[in-house]
Structure formats: C-alpha cells, structure tokens
C-alpha cells in the first residue's frame, strides 16, 4: 500500500503524559500536513512542512506541540503534558510537488484519548 | 480569513436517487482550489472531487459532480444514483493560497436502502 499511514492509530493516555504520533507520507511527496479533528467537526490545520522546512504553525498548536520532519520523509506529532482537551483524531496528509500539488492525501488518523 | 460553510448538518437521500449537498465559502483571493472529501465512518477522508476557480467548467467524477458558481462563492456537490457505499461525512474544502486546507463542519450522508 503506498498510501500515507499513520501510527498508532489509536492511543490512550494519562493527563499530562506525553505522547508522539508518526507519519509517513505517499514516497516523494515534498509536503506534510498535520490536522486536528475533534468530533461533529472538520479537520483543522496545525502546521506543515516542505520537505524538512517546517513552514507554517497554527494558533491552535500551542506551546506544548511540537512536530518535525528531520529528513524530509516521515514526520512526528509530540504533544508533552497533555491535557484532556487534546482528545482529538489527529490527521495527516501529504501533496506531491508541482502539478497536483493541491491535492491533499490524507491517512486514517491517530485517535487520541487522554484520561 | 477564508471561511466555508455547510449549512446542513445531515441529510438522507434513497438509494438510487440524486442529492445536492450545499457549501458556501467567503474569500477574497481570485485563484483558489475547492474540494470535497468524503469521511466514512471510522475510515480515511478520501478526495471526491476537485474544482479549479480560473475554470468555469463545473468538474465531473463519474456520479458525482459539482455545481461552482463562483461569483455567489457556492460549490454545491451532486450525487446521482446514490448507493449504500456512499454513505459518511461530507466535507467541503477550500485551499487557501499558503496552501492551508480550510474544512466546512461537514454534511452526514446517510443513504436509505
């Protein structure tokens, strides 16, 4: 499958534990996208990345997010002390450069539940 | 800021039958890309369709296809002959020129056999 995946797909934690979600994108696309979505909503963008270039941060990725894409293959998602209002599906997506760079592919999520 | 709106929370349609889903969007870019996506439960958003802005041809995928009307900024999405598969959330989606995808609250399909 050469889809972009996402792991874990779920996952349950403690208030202020921290955790760390991964995403690997559809091979040689240049631009990973991270998005929140809590229930009853649509996605919401966190932050993306050009190939390791970490471009743009949402007002939503508080100090406690941090995101990175070190060789500009898969990325992680960490969220430290993590708080019950970060129960969420954590979404991301990937667009390959140039023509039809504006689509974006997305994975199943990471479901996160804190405790 | 760019914003996109469905109006209709949920909607039922026979199976076999046509349905609209409705979006509206408000920007003040003149080139811009809208979709809709389609959320199964409990699996992936998968792209339906897509629509440039600069294009005045309103873009057809097999049953589905879209209704763009960009000076009114509506993008509306057709569903013939509807089938059980295509039930799940629908989300409209706007991508923004810092290439940002601004989601609708979405519109749950439920198909009725």
């Known amino acids: 499958d050469t889809g972009v995946s996402q792991d874990p797909r779920h996952k349950i934690t403690k208030r202020g534990q921290n955790v760390t979600f991964r995403c690997d994108p559809i091979s040689e696309h240049n631009r990973l996208y991270w998005y929140r979505q809590t229930l009853g909503q649509g996605p919401e963008f966190l932050t993306y990345?050009?190939?390791?270039?970490?471009?743009?941060k949402s007002r939503l990725l508080s100090d406690r997010f941090s995101a990175e894409r070190p060789k500009g293959s898969f990325s992680t998602l960490e969220i430290q002390r993590t708080e019950q209002g970060d129960s969420a599906m954590y979404l991301c997506?990937?667009?390959?450069?140039?023509?039809?760079?504006?689509?974006?592919?997305f994975g199943p999520g990471t479901r996160l539940l804190v405790l | 800021a760019q914003t996109v709106t469905q109006s209709q929370p949920e909607m039922s349609v026979q199976e076999a039958e046509t349905v609209t889903l409705s979006c509206t969007y408000d920007t003040s870019e003149s080139d811009y890309y809208l979709f809709w996506y389609k959320q199964p439960p409990s699996r992936q958003m998968i792209l339906v369709i897509r629509?440039?802005?600069?294009?005045?041809q309103n873009a057809t995928e097999n049953r589905f296809s879209v209704n763009f009307q960009k000076a009114a900024k509506s993008f509306s999405l057709k569903i013939s002959d509807s089938q059980l598969g295509d039930a799940a959330m629908y989300f409209c989606?706007?991508?923004?020129?810092?290439?940002?995808?601004?989601f609708g609250k979405g519109t749950r399909l439920h198909i009725l056999p």
């Open positions: 990345f050009q190939n390791e270039a970490q471009l743009e």
């Open positions: 629509q440039e802005a600069y294009k005045q």
């Open positions: 989606a706007y991508r923004s020129y810092d290439d940002k995808i601004i």
């Open positions: 997506a990937s667009s390959p450069p140039l023509a039809g760079g504006e689509t974006q592919y």
